[in-house]
């Protein structure tokens, strides 16, 4: 089983447009599944990494992280997956194995570091890992999961990111009948969020700077929708025990740390390229926590694409082709999609 060298669509610098190139997948080692790629979500942090927001970009890139495809090859020590088999890959396809997080099932916070989907280093070929804008993708099987048979497969993509970032804090915080949950931002995280908190059992606080979503916020679940920019909507909103903010573009926190009541908890999952400046009095002032939390692990991937399944939770997308990506990405830099992009991988 030789390396194998497939169709992709990446960029070669931070102001280069994508196109399409050739990359090597490697050869199908014991213990890895070789999928073809029918769906993948665009997510906001292709955006930062295709334009080298963190400084951590290594081009040539490949982005895409929100892949679902179907098993072609498995290795011969595979047990979990047989050829033919839908499956999901998201953000980490491999971590050390041998820390306490990870022998905890919490690869997500693994010591020594775990290895993303797409522009880490590629311990086995060289290089770096070229994610799923591509035809295939080969993976160790213990870094995939089981895809549900979803009506319309495509909106399940983005649960391999969106979905989990949003489940993790959700879950790791005791979501559920009684709590009363804020969420922060409309966007590809937000309106995920909204949905699963709800179906948790939370009375769910939707806040956005955009009055014309407040009908969107109800549709998708929101008990209450607080437009930020009314001082009168921000006065009268009641106390909540977490805020989920999803906001990837610098904002004031300190609005929302006031919204919280005694021990409640702001949980940042957004990935603003700027530092959030955080007011002492507003931290400190009935034992408020702001915390974050890193996507979720392969476990809570699992879980929350049987979670959505059984709920009927599907992200909102719109479909494109391959060859409107450059376009879609233009798009989403101006927050100009409802609510993810999904690439039709079959228009490579």
């Not at 290795?75 to 088999?85: H, I, L, P, Q, R």
């Not at 089981?146 to 970032?165: I, N, Q, R, S, Y």
């Not at 006065?235 to 989920?244: E, G, N, R, S, V």
């Amino acid at each position: 089983m030789a390396p194998k060298k497939v169709k992709a669509y990446g960029t070669d610098g931070a102001t280069l447009p994508l196109h399409q190139m050739e990359i090597t997948r490697r050869k199908l080692m014991k213990n890895d599944i070789e999928m073809e790629m029918l769906y993948c979500g665009i997510c906001h942090s292709d955006l930062h990494m295709i334009h080298n927001d963190w400084n951590s970009t290594i081009f040539p890139i490949v982005p895409g992280h929100e892949m679902i495809g179907r098993i072609t090859r498995i290795g011969e020590d595979v047990t979990k997956f047989k050829v033919g088999d839908l499956a999901g890959i998201g953000c980490i396809v491999d971590s050390c194995g041998h820390c306490e997080e990870c022998k905890q099932g919490d690869e997500q916070h693994c010591v020594k570091g775990y290895t993303l989907s797409f522009n880490d280093p590629d311990p086995i070929l060289g290089g770096t890992q070229f994610g799923g804008f591509s035809q295939l993708y080969v993976c160790k099987e213990d870094y995939v999961v089981k895809v549900p048979p979803f009506e319309k497969l495509a909106t399940a993509a983005p649960l391999l990111c969106a979905g989990v970032t949003v489940y993790s804090p959700l879950k790791h915080w005791n979501v559920g009948p009684g709590k009363e949950v804020g969420v922060l931002g409309i966007g590809g995280l937000g309106h995920m969020a909204i949905q699963i908190a709800k179906a948790m059992g939370a009375s769910v606080t939707v806040f956005t700077t955009s009055p014309s979503k407040r009908n969107d916020a109800l549709k998708l679940g929101a008990h209450r929708v607080v437009v930020s920019t009314n001082k009168d909507d921000m006065k009268t909103c009641p106390k909540l025990d977490l805020i989920l903010d999803t906001v990837s573009a610098e904002h004031n926190v300190n609005y929302y740390l006031r919204k919280l009541k005694t021990d409640g908890t702001l949980v940042l999952v957004g990935l603003p390229a700027e530092p959030l400046k955080v007011q002492a009095f507003d931290l400190i002032k009935n034992r408020k926590s702001f915390s974050g939390s890193n996507i979720g692990s392969i476990a809570e991937t699992q879980e929350v694409l049987d979670f959505c399944f059984e709920y009927n939770i599907v992200a909102q997308c719109e479909m494109i082709r391959m060859d409107q990506v450059n376009k879609a990405f233009e798009r989403l830099e101006h927050n100009d999609v409802k609510y993810r992009f999904v690439i039709d991988m079959s228009t490579l």
